[in-house]
């Protein structure tokens, strides 16, 4: 059973950065490429930022510039610094395959940008 382990939220300043951890386990984390997903307060669940097992990456454009989303395969973890962060940054961010259905969402971690 693949496990997914957020880590690194926390409260901040706007303009202050944050660096996310998502532990995996499985030896086929490697192969696949990875998710970082927020949801805030009253919204959708939204893709942030992908990882490629090449490490080619793509952002959504409300981050694009302020966040790097990066993998370290021998440690099964992969990374999402958040530089310049703002107010509406606040949402709990998870990290998934995008190739995976719904039923592996760990639990997340909050996030929360004070203006």
């Known amino acids: 059973q693949v496990q997914l382990v957020e880590s690194g939220g926390g409260l901040v300043q706007a303009g202050g950065s944050l660096r996310l951890s998502c532990a995996a386990s499985?030896?086929?984390?490697?192969?696949?490429?990875m998710g970082w997903y927020r949801q805030a307060p009253g919204k959708q669940r939204e893709l942030v930022a992908t990882i490629t097992s090449g490490g080619s990456t793509n952002y959504v454009d409300s981050v694009k510039g302020r966040f790097t989303i990066s993998r370290d395969n021998a440690k099964n973890t992969v990374y999402l610094q958040m530089n310049s962060l703002k107010p509406e940054d606040t949402a709990v961010y998870y990290c998934?395959?995008?190739?995976w259905g719904n039923g592996y969402w760990g639990q997340g971690t909050q996030v929360t940008v004070s203006s």
């Open positions: 499985g030896s086929i984390f490697s192969i696949i490429a």
């Open positions: 998934k395959p995008p190739s």
